[in-house]
């Protein structure tokens, strides 16, 4: 049973959250926003008018969040009092706690992405490491969870490359996952991630050790301006390849588009490669390979803006390409991420999708060290 102490503790978080927020301005904001939609000729123009809604719902989601929030303390405070007077029993009210518990813990978790490209989708590339078809395998079961993972939460995905693996598995694939703070969430999956199990694919059924990197930038829309030079871009055309489709190894309908982009502090000059097979149309093709490099554009400045806070996380394991973030070991039931230290017995569930504890720990630790 809980204890008045706790009720109170309760009562402060929520109305911290609703202070944080500013919520009053956000109701007015928000009825500002919908009178915009309910103009005659709002649907006219298309585009802007699917902004219009985006920028709605991001702001209904924050009141809604809070105003479930505030009710869900409200249930519990009366709970706690019918509890004094025999009318509710200690079961019921640890319940409505509980609830209230995890309402405030994902609101806030939401408050800690507060950066500019935490509300932005994201483009999650997963690559096969070194170990043929082990790791290939490996990369398609990792593609298999995050797409759970964003099904789960409501976002839509779309698949801009996939190559399938030699055997089994894929060799890489790149993901468009949509939805508010979609980048926010998933900038915690940067990195290698290590399984070991005893594997399907050795005859003498050995442990075996395999890897596979993920890498997670934001994924732009025509709000945000990114500088792209013309005169430093290349197309390749090629067959899509895999299974139907009318034009599907008959057209040359996928393209692979290279970028020289040169590195404005040391001058040095990097090939940025990307192909995009999502459509049976070429000229979609080059749309989409133009949207994932300015997302990718957009990701360096970020950091090369971000350089000058390097002191203050000086502390902190990598984030990047090469670092090996979290192991999954199928047969000691362990899922272990070594920057938070947070595991869980639940191999299964995670490889589900069920990924936000592990997010939830690393927004913590990151919002604690910066």
Known sequence: ??????LKDAESRVSQLGEYLQIDRLRMELSEERLRTEDPAFWADTARAEEQMKKVKGIEAWVEGYDGLRTAYEELAL???YHKEGLVDEAEV?????????ALDKLELRRMLSREEDSLGCVLK???????TESQDWAEMLMRMYLRWAEAHNYRTRMANLHPGDEAGIKTCTIEVEG???YGYLKSENGVHRLVRVSPYNAQGKRMTSFASVFATPLVDDKIEVKVDPSKISWDLFRSGGAGGQNVNKVETGVRLRYLFTDPDTGETEEILIENTESRKQLENRENAM???RSQLYDRELQRRRAAQAKIEAGKKKIEWGSQIRSYVFDDRRVKDHRTGWQTSDVQGVMDGNLDDFIKAYLLQYADES
């Open 94 to 102: 640890d319940a409505d706690y509980a609830l209230l518990q995890a």
């Open 180 to 182: 508010p703070m979609a």
């Open 291 to 293: 949207r994932l490099l």
């Open 79 to 81: 709970a706690f009092d």
């Open 1 to 6: 049973m809980i204890t008045a102490e706790q």
């Open 126 to 132: 997963i690559n096969s490491g070194a170990g043929g």
